[in-house]
Nanobody, 123 residues
Framework: QVQLVESGGGLVQAGESLRLSCAAS????????MGWFRQAPGKEREFVGS???????AYADSVKGRFTISRDNDKNTVYLQMNSLKPEDTAVYYC?????????????????WGQGTQVTVSS
């Protein structure tokens, strides 16, 4: 069992940056694959990116080159660095954890979810 708490959301202007953090409870954080998803009003939850236990990363095409995921296993934390933000990045951002180190771009893979943090990008 792992509990996830996101932080770092807020209101920024287009072109600015934000860094989201996701703090995990438990002693086995390093064994979980981690993902970031987002959901805009009226839209389905969509994959943003993921990071494996070995820190391999994957990204959605819409954020590739602008967003970076990293993890610090000593701090039980995964990060989402978001640069060059666009109004279309506005959404609630969720981090998620998958057992046995799995990662994918499907929310079905992930067993544990945080409560989400709002990111709003104004034009």
């Amino acid at each position: 069992q792992v509990q996830l708490v996101e932080s770092g959301g807020g209101l920024v202007q287009a072109g600015e940056s934000l860094r989201l953090s996701c703090a995990a409870s438990g002693r086995t954080f390093s064994s979980y694959g981690m993902g970031w998803f987002r959901q805009a009003p009226g839209k389905e939850r969509e994959f943003v990116g993921s990071i494996t236990t070995g820190s391999g990363t994957a990204y959605a095409d819409s954020v590739k080159g602008r967003f970076t995921i990293s993890r610090d296993n000593d701090k039980n934390t995964v990060y989402l660095q978001m640069n060059s933000l666009k109004p279309e990045d506005t959404a609630v951002y969720y981090c998620a954890a998958a057992r046995a180190g799995y990662t994918s771009n499907s929310h079905i893979t992930y067993s544990y979810w945080g409560q989400g943090t709002q990111v709003t990008v104004s034009s």
